[in-house]
């Protein structure tokens, strides 16, 4: 594949310092929904629903081993990035995490997720939507364990439930 304009990088999010001194880091939720939701629709059109779901999951799983480097650092035991990821989210508006089962030996888990940025107060369709936080959960867990992850979403706001209950196990 021919290398792209834009290859991710940290760097990529920008001095929002020296860029936005009168705005500043934050804006409103509803802009960042527009622009997921026209994309997806886009995304949609061009490769189909399947199609679309892995791109977000790519992105996802992308933006969080990068998340992993640069947000959370690197993470001596489980609770110390369970604790640091939980901080980090609800200071960034991102969601509020909770781990509801975690059975290190085995390398399962499952996370909930409520207020999350994605879905919530979305129209209910019966299918759950939040395909890039599977895959950003996975490049977590994939940061601070080195190994690769499958995350999957079982309860979304969009199936009725009023949280995003992902499990998470090795891939392969
Ligand atoms: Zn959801």
Redesign the pocket.
């Known amino acids: 594949m021919a290398v792209g304009k834009y290859r991710f990088s940290w760097k990529l999010l920008g001095d929002i310092q020296v860029g936005r001194p009168n705005l500043g880091p934050t804006t409103r939720l509803e802009v960042y929904r527009l622009m997921q939701f026209t994309m997806r629709d886009v995304l949609e059109r061009r490769l189909g629903a399947e199609g679309a779901d892995e791109v977000f999951y790519d992105a996802g799983y992308l933006a969080g081993t990068e998340f992993y480097q640069h947000v959370l650092g690197k993470q001596e035991s489980f609770a110390d990035f369970v604790k640091a990821l939980q901080s980090a989210l609800k200071e960034l508006g991102v969601g509020i995490l909770r781990v509801e089962k975690a059975d290190l030996a085995a390398a399962q888990f499952v996370l909930t997720v409520s207020e999350?940025l994605?879905?919530s107060g979305l129209p209910e369709t019966g299918e759950?939507?939040?395909v890039y936080?599977e895959g950003f959960i996975a490049g977590l867990l994939d940061g601070f364990t080195g190994k690769k992850f499958q995350v999957k979403?079982i309860d979304?706001?969009?199936t009725g439930d009023r949280t995003?209950r992902f499990t998470a196990s090795l891939s392969g």
């Open positions: 999350d994605d879905c759950g939507i939040c936080d979403e979304c706001w969009c995003c």
